[in-house]
């Protein structure tokens, strides 16, 4: 029995390993990668600590090797939804009972098995699976998880902790509960760190949860459920299903005991799923948590004083890295007129260094997009770009998907601030670029605030504190994480919490106790040691003869 108040390990943020010819590290992620691929994996759902297989399969191929089969995984129905569900809430009792601190440890134990023996299989399963750079899988599989797991464990510990004040005769207590019923987790392809964080963080509150990852990010999240089952997660507390999203909502969303969503996907399918909820609304127990990250069309913009090749890194990254496969990636970008040639001109140097094609040659900057259906959407964009005779195109435009699905890396100029490719979310690996009269620039922070619907990320580059102050009041509402000097992506797990409002989302900052306060419902408790016994107040008592003679004038 628990005598103790317990400080759980102070978190730090997992170091990020280079990868560089001849390392450990990269000798093993080379050996994995040749493993995964000789294998063909046959990938079923768990529900309740077993594997559902339905015959059902469905193909896995790598983005940049869509001729190349690396499994078949098992696509589910409305059963196995409600399957999942019944699991999950037959798991919630005993889950919700047990003392926090043997959640914690569970989650404690599957990042320190991540930040050993699983890395390797995590980041090789991202890459093929998602088509990442060593670089970008290990800054997402394996560090961003491993920091999620430590600090969102960290950060339950402090919420515990928090504790009303108490009068003399009594004690005042504050315990925080798992939500009434199963959350459901929904979760994007592009960082496997999302998939694993959207179901733990919740879980490890004493949650249960039913997970639907996108069918593009399944080959890594089957290794994740195996690094959840070797941490100890119990069974039914974690299920992960393999349903079209319409088929999931029409059994979750209908069902009763439905708690809350954390959800990180496009900005018109959560918009459909909180109109969904709202019309469902007097079906549940409790009002639902709606938690979500979606969409972004994120901006760099840069004042006259600012730096020119810092700028131009900051674009060549913050656009490019991942294929702009990043709600983060900058995708608008303003420029002042006396810095614009000389920063796309270092812009254009970079782009001419990239080296594109397969994951496993690790000296390629760029990779394939995520499948078919983005490429196609995005070669209509550049097709229509290049037919503009409004705009033109200074580097990239190619693409060709006859081996993989490869987007060249594309900078677009345009002499309209409202160009569609300004205002609409792209997803890919193009960036657009409009210059301003560089005296301009608060003009120009109008503009910026009021193109796009979505508030998500943002950066300003200058020199002249004045301007980024004037940047940073002006577009005060237009990013929930704001870069002075930097690139808007590549936030930090207890350093930089994520998220966005407006089109972007609910802005609940994962990777803070923000997001943990999300997946509790507290219940205060007030104890009186010596109860009183007489319903009277001292205001009731009989007045004193001096003050009835006083009243009457004596």
Same mark, same amino acid.
């Given at each position: 029995?628990?005598?103790?108040?317990?400080?759980?390990?102070?978190?730090?943020?997992?170091?990020?390993?280079?990868?560089?010819?001849?390392?450990?590290?990269?000798?093993?992620? %080379?050996?994995?990668?040749?493993?995964?691929?000789? +294998?063909?994996?046959?990938?079923?759902?768990h529900i309740g600590g077993q594997e559902v297989r339905t015959g059902k399969l469905v193909r896995m191929s790598p983005p940049h090797d869509h001729k190349h089969t690396l499994g078949h995984f098992h696509r589910g129905d409305a059963s196995h939804v409600q399957q999942a569900i019944d699991a999950a809430l037959a798991a919630r009792t005993e889950w919700a009972e047990l003392p926090w601190e043997q959640r914690a440890a569970i989650f404690l134990k599957a990042a320190d098995l991540l930040a050993?023996?699983?890395?390797?299989?995590?980041?090789?399963?991202?890459?093929?699976?998602?088509?990442?750079?060593?670089?970008?899988?290990?800054?997402?599989?394996?560090?961003?998880?491993?920091? !999620?797991?430590?600090?969102?464990? /960290?950060? #339950? $510990?402090? %919420?515990?902790? +928090? +504790?009303?004040?108490? $009068?003399p005769g009594m004690w005042n207590r504050l315990e925080h509960r798992p939500l009434e019923g199963f959350i459901f987790a929904l979760t994007p392809f592009n960082f496997t760190a999302i998939a694993g964080n959207l179901p733990t963080s919740a879980a490890m509150l004493g949650n249960v949860i039913v997970w639907k990852p996108a069918d593009t990010q399944i080959y890594s999240a089957q290794v994740l459920m195996e690094l959840f089952k070797e941490a100890g997660v119990p069974d039914g507390v974690?299920?992960?299903?393999?349903?079209?999203?319409?088929?999931?909502?029409?059994?979750?969303?209908?069902?009763?005991?439905?708690?809350?969503? /954390?959800?990180?996907?496009?900005?018109?399918?959560?918009? /459909?799923?909180?109109?969904?909820?709202?019309?469902?609304?007097?079906?549940?127990?409790?009002?639902? *948590?709606?938690?979500?990250?979606?969409?972004?069309?994120?901006?760099?913009?840069? /004042?006259?004083?600012?730096?020119?090749?810092?700028?131009?890194?900051?674009?060549?990254?913050?656009?490019?890295?991942?294929?702009?496969?990043?709600?983060?990636?900058?995708? *608008?970008?303003?420029?002042?007129?006396?810095?614009?040639?000389?920063?796309?001109?270092?812009?254009?140097?970079? %782009?001419?260094? !990239?080296? #594109?094609?397969?994951?496993?040659?690790?000296?390629?900057?760029?990779?394939?997009?995520?499948?078919?259906? $983005?490429?196609?959407?995005?070669?209509?964009?550049?097709?229509?770009?290049?037919?503009?005779?409004?705009?033109?195109?200074?580097?990239?435009?190619?693409?060709?998907?006859?081996?993989?699905?490869?987007?060249?890396?594309?900078?677009?100029?345009?002499?309209?601030?409202?160009?569609?490719?300004?205002?609409?979310?792209?997803?890919?690996?193009?960036?657009?670029?409009?210059?301003?009269?560089?005296?301009?620039?608060?003009?120009? =922070?109008?503009?910026?605030?009021?193109? $796009?619907?979505?508030?998500?990320?943002?950066?300003?580059?200058?020199?002249? *504190?004045?301007?980024?102050?004037?940047?940073?009041?002006?577009?005060? +509402?237009?990013?929930?994480?704001?870069?002075?000097?930097?690139?808007?992506?590549?936030?930090?797990?207890?350093?930089?919490?994520?998220?966005?409002?407006?089109?972007?989302?609910?802005?609940?900052?994962?990777?803070?106790?923000?997001?943990?306060?999300?997946?509790?419902?507290?219940?205060?408790?007030?104890?009186?040691?010596?109860?009183?016994?007489?319903?009277?107040?001292?205001? =009731?008592?009989?007045?004193?003869?001096?003050?009835?003679?006083?009243?009457?004038?004596?």
């Amino acid at each position: 029995m628990a005598n103790a108040f317990f400080n759980v390990p102070l978190p730090i943020n997992e170091p990020v390993k280079g990868y560089a010819p001849d390392s450990p590290e990269r000798i093993e992620l %080379l050996k994995t990668l040749k493993e995964f691929k000789q +294998q063909e994996r046959d990938i079923a759902m768990h529900i309740g600590g077993q594997e559902v297989r339905t015959g059902k399969l469905v193909r896995m191929s790598p983005p940049h090797d869509h001729k190349h089969t690396l499994g078949h995984f098992h696509r589910g129905d409305a059963s196995h939804v409600q399957q999942a569900i019944d699991a999950a809430l037959a798991a919630r009792t005993e889950w919700a009972e047990l003392p926090w601190e043997q959640r914690a440890a569970i989650f404690l134990k599957a990042a320190d098995l991540l930040a050993g023996p699983y890395r390797a299989r995590l980041n090789a399963a991202t890459m093929l699976g998602q088509s990442k750079n060593a670089f970008q899988a290990e800054i997402d599989a394996a560090c961003e998880f491993i920091d !999620f797991l430590r600090f969102n464990v /960290h950060y #339950m $510990s402090e %919420l515990y902790k +928090q +504790q009303p004040a108490s $009068s003399p005769g009594m004690w005042n207590r504050l315990e925080h509960r798992p939500l009434e019923g199963f959350i459901f987790a929904l979760t994007p392809f592009n960082f496997t760190a999302i998939a694993g964080n959207l179901p733990t963080s919740a879980a490890m509150l004493g949650n249960v949860i039913v997970w639907k990852p996108a069918d593009t990010q399944i080959y890594s999240a089957q290794v994740l459920m195996e690094l959840f089952k070797e941490a100890g997660v119990p069974d039914g507390v974690i299920n992960l299903v393999y349903v079209d999203g319409p088929t999931a909502g029409n059994v979750i969303f209908q069902h009763p005991d439905f708690a809350g969503i /954390h959800f990180t996907g496009s900005t018109g399918v959560f918009q /459909h799923i909180w109109k969904t909820i709202g019309e469902n609304i007097s079906k549940y127990k409790t009002y639902p *948590r709606i938690v979500g990250e979606t969409g972004g069309k994120d901006f760099i913009v840069a /004042h006259k004083s600012a730096k020119a090749k810092a700028v131009a890194v900051g674009i060549s990254r913050g656009a490019f890295e991942y294929q702009g496969q990043k709600c983060s990636a900058a995708s *608008r970008v303003y420029l002042p007129s006396n810095l614009a040639d000389e920063i796309l001109g270092y812009v254009k140097e970079d %782009l001419a260094s !990239f080296k #594109m094609g397969d994951v496993e040659d690790l000296s390629n900057f760029i990779n394939a997009v995520i499948d078919e259906k $983005s490429f196609d959407k995005l070669a209509k964009y550049l097709d229509a770009a290049k037919a503009d005779s409004s705009v033109e195109i200074i580097a990239g435009g190619g693409y060709d998907k006859s081996k993989g699905y490869f987007i060249e890396p594309t900078v677009i100029v345009t002499k309209d601030p409202k160009y569609v490719t300004m205002c609409e979310e792209l997803f890919g690996p193009v960036v657009t670029v409009y210059v301003y009269e560089a005296d301009k620039f608060e003009e120009t =922070l109008e503009v910026v605030d009021q193109t $796009s619907p979505y508030a998500l990320t943002g950066a300003v580059f200058s020199q002249d *504190r004045y301007a980024i102050d004037l940047a940073t009041r002006k577009l005060v +509402q237009a990013a929930g994480n704001f870069y002075i000097n930097d690139k808007p992506t590549g936030a930090v797990v207890g350093q930089q919490p994520f998220g966005g409002a407006r089109a972007s989302g609910t802005n609940d900052k994962a990777g803070s106790i923000l997001n943990l306060l999300r997946w509790v419902s507290p219940r205060t408790i007030k104890e009186t040691f010596v109860p009183v016994v007489d319903y009277r107040y001292p205001f =009731l008592g009989a007045a004193p003869a001096e003050d009835l003679n006083r009243d009457k004038g004596i």
